[in-house]
Nanobody
Framework: ARLVESGGGLVQAGGSLRLSCAAS????????IGWFRQAPGKEREGVSC???????????YFADSVKGRFSISRDSAKNTVFLEMNRLEPEDTAVYYC??????????????????WGQGTQVTVSS
C-alpha cells in the first residue's frame, strides 16, 4: 500500500499548483483524506481534509490560512485526491503531505487522527 504525492514545485507568489495524492493497494474512497504541510522549523499543520464516501454532506475543511484559495477533490476512478492551490503566498512554502484516516467518515485537521502518510512533495513560493 502506498500514497504518493506529486505536483509540487517552484512557483511565484500569486501562482497556482495542483497537488495529487495517488493511492495504490487500497481504495481512497473508504478513507477520510487530509493534506498537511510542514515548513522548516515549524510543526506539521493541517491544510485541508475531505471525509470518506460515507460522510453525508461531507463538506471539506480548510485551515483559515488557505480558505478561499485552496480546494480539495477526489477522483474515485483515478484513486487520487487533489489539492488545488491558488493565489499562492510565500507563507505556503512547505513540504505537503497527504494522509488517510481510517476512523471516518468525517475528517479532522489533526495529524494524530491519520494512520498512513505519503512521503511529501515540496512546494516553494517565491516572492
Amino acid at each position: 500500500a502506498r500514497l504518493v504525492e506529486s505536483g509540487g514545485g517552484l512557483v511565484q507568489a500569486g501562482g497556482s499548483l495542483r497537488l495529487s495524492c495517488a493511492a495504490s493497494g487500497f481504495s481512497l474512497d473508504v478513507y477520510a483524506i487530509g493534506w498537511f504541510r510542514q515548513a522548516p522549523g515549524k510543526e506539521r499543520e493541517g491544510v485541508s481534509c475531505l471525509g470518506n464516501r460515507d460522510s453525508i454532506g461531507g463538506s471539506p475543511y480548510f485551515a483559515d490560512s488557505v480558505k478561499g484559495r485552496f480546494s480539495i477533490s477526489r477522483d474515485s476512478a483515478k484513486n487520487t485526491v487533489f489539492l488545488e492551490m491558488n493565489r499562492l503566498e510565500p507563507e505556503d512554502t512547505a513540504v505537503y503531505y497527504c494522509a488517510i484516516d481510517s476512523h471516518g467518515p468525517g475528517c479532522y485537521l489533526r495529524a494524530v487522527e491519520y494512520d498512513f502518510w505519503g512521503q511529501g512533495t515540496q512546494v516553494t513560493v517565491s516572492s
